[in-house]
Structure formats: C-alpha cells, structure tokens
C-alpha cells in the first residue's frame, strides 16, 4: 500500500519576520540549499513507499508559489487551496478526503511543508517502520529526543507498546518554559507535527471528537472547484470549520494515538535561532547571509539583502535586514519575533511599538 503524502503548506511564517511573511512564507524559502523548504519536503517523499502524486493544502494567496515550486521539481500533485486559514486539523482533514477520494483505503501522512530533515532514507525507514501499527487503527505521531527544554514545541509520553510504536500516555501541547524543562527530565520526546495514519481512522475519530470540523471540511471537499492545476474548497463552508490544531482537536483526546520515537536529525526551523543551526558558522560561530562585518562579534544571525550589515561588540544576536524591515533581537527572544510580526501587521504600519509608544519614525 502507497502512503500518500499530505503537504500542509498554509502557514504565514510570521516567525521568521521580515524575511517570511504573508506574500512569501518560509515555506517558500531556501535556507542553505538549493531548494525551498516545500521542495524538500517533496522531494523527501519520493522513496519508494509514497505515492508518487502528494497532496498539498495551502493558502489560495500562495497557489502560484505552490505551482511553481513543483513544476521546478517535476512534481505532479493534487493542490487544494484554502480560502481562509482554519488551522492543521482541517487541513489535514480536507487532505484525507482527497486521499480517500483517490483510494477508499488510503494510508495518510500528514506533514508540514516547513521543516529540515537531511536524512530522507532515515525518514522513509520511519514511516515504514510505523505502517503495521497505522493499519491496525494508530494515529501515529512522530517523536524527537529533545537536546533542550522548549516551549516551542508540544511533547508525548510514550506508554504501552504496540507493534514498533507505543500508546501515547500524555500529549501536551506547547507547555510553559517550566513544565517542558520537567517533562525532558521526565522522558518525554517533542511531538515533530507529523502523522501517519489511515484516511478513514482519522476521519472518524474526528467526527466523533470534532463533528464541526468534520461536517464543515466535508462539505468544502463536496462543493469544491476544479481550475487548472488547483481544486478549490469551497469558501462558505470552508470557514465554518472551527479553526483548530490537530493536537487539540484529536491527539490530545483520541485513545488511538501512538508516538514512534524516531532520529533522523528533524529541524522546525520555527524562530531566527534555529536558521542559525541550519547555516554554515565561521570560527567565532557568527551565521551570514549577504554582506557583513562583524567585529568582536560572536554566535551572532546576521541575514542582510541590499545593504552591508556592521556589528561591533555584541554576541548572540539576531540582525536581519531585507527591504520588507530590520530586525534586531537576542537570540534567546527570537521566539516572541511571532508576536511582533502579529503586531505589526495589526498596527498597519503606524510607527508604535507594542507597549503603544512612538517610535519616532
């Protein structure tokens, strides 16, 4: 049985501001490679237990971005496009849908478009491996070791053991800074946002967890329009869904779920200071993209488009200039770069800051 791959592309990578944002998220970015994230998170899933024709959910904003990064790869696939953004769980509910229409057997996985993983043959291993327990009914979660505490990120507690994964004991989502330092003392691996499991496993589960997700996906899928290259839910009923996680709406409250504690060297590139881990270092451990001087500088990000970059006598920053604007934060905040994003988008460009003080501008 071929797993078909299900892309969730509908992200807007305010994380990553001012590189990423709405018209050209990071799923759409190269980040040391030749290729984008999208692209490799593709191209990742050509071995041989995929199907050779993926199915992509994304935003109808990116569909021209979504077209053209596959036509580069030479990559056919089936491209649903969202009118409004409703979160993971009905993303990955219009995918299985797609996935059924194409076989009423269909084994799904559900991954983002976003995230690093260099060793592909170690990931298709994973799956396989993960297979017998999702054609037994498991929503199969991937886990990751975590080398740090993170509330970043959402952790699983494995329990009893099935066929090669184990019954999820605890499935916390995005805990305190405090809770993930006790649940890395206590065993617990990150949830990396991937899911195998078979289309109709979870579309029952969630029509009896989330029945308005469910209902209202089922009709988007129903009334959807075919254009060209794209199939178009249907936008009345697309947002009535509830706009919801999938780790809230099912794997969190499901009893089928499942984790497999997998190394294959996964990266969410979700904030500034994980970019820096992906990018070539020079001996002070400073990461530059563009043009830079840094002076009595270390284990600094400095990404520059246009312009030279200057740094003198400042260590574990972020300093991102593009024509989009300038970014300049610690390293250690790069995670609340999402909020200021949030803010600035909300502000329209008046100039204040978030406590509402001029900027001066």
Partial sequence: MAVIPVILSGGSGTRLWPLSHRDRPKQFLRFGSTHTLFQETALRCRAGLFDPRPVVVGAADHRFLLAEDLREIGIAADILLEPVARNSCAAI??????????????MVLALPADHRIPDSEAFAAAVASALADAEAGALVTFGVAPDRPSSAYGYVLA???????????????????????????DGYLWNSGKFLFRA????????????????????????????TDFLWLDGEAF?????????????????RAAVLPVDYGWTDIGSWDAVAGVLDTDSAGNAVVGEAVILDGRNNLVHSEGTVAALIGVDDMVVVATPEGLLVAPKARAEEVRLLASHLAGDEGTGRTPTGQKTGR
Avoid: N, Q, W
């Fill in 93 to 106: 509910a219009a995918g299985c849908l797609r996935a059924l229409a194409r076989d009423r057997d269909a």
């Fill in 239 to 255: 947002a009535r869904s509830p706009s919801i996680a999938v780790d809230y709406a099912v794997m969190e409250r499901t009893e």
């Fill in 159 to 185: 329990g009893e053991p099935l066929m090669a994964a184990a019954r999820v004991k605890t499935f916390v989502e995005k805990p305190s800074a405090e809770t993930a330092a006790r649940h890395v003392a």
């Fill in 200 to 227: 109709d496993a979870f579309m029952a589960e969630l029509s009896a967890l989330a029945p308005d997700v469910a209902g209202a996906v089922s009709r988007a899928v129903g009334a959807a329009r075919a254009e």
